[in-house]
């Protein structure tokens, strides 16, 4: 599954990059050169981080899912114990 950036998002990862280079290396990053950067890191590097995230997800999940009894459970036959609407006949 190809991972796709909406324009806004893309927009605002450009403008970071930029903004890194500018404060943290010697020449600045042109909005041309931040693209194609910004297109390796997503399809080289993206993937490892997207396939993490859905592990993650997934492993929060099952834990829900394996509590789902605990929150759900319900005793079944529990008419007759305890119960006052259950009268003894005479």
Do not use: C
Request: aromatic residues 8%.
């Amino acid at each position: 599954m190809a991972i796709e950036l909406s324009k806004a998002v893309r927009t605002e990862a450009v403008a970071s990059l930029q903004k890194y280079f500018q404060q943290n290396m010697d020449e600045p990053l042109g909005h041309l050169a931040a693209e194609a950067l910004l297109d390796f890191f997503v399809a080289d590097i993206g993937p490892a981080i997207y396939n993490q995230a859905v592990a993650d997800v997934q492993a929060k999940l099952l834990t829900r899912v394996q509590e789902l009894d605990l929150e759900v459970h319900e005793e079944a036959f529990q008419y007759w114990r305890g119960d006052k609407r259950a009268k003894p006949r005479k």
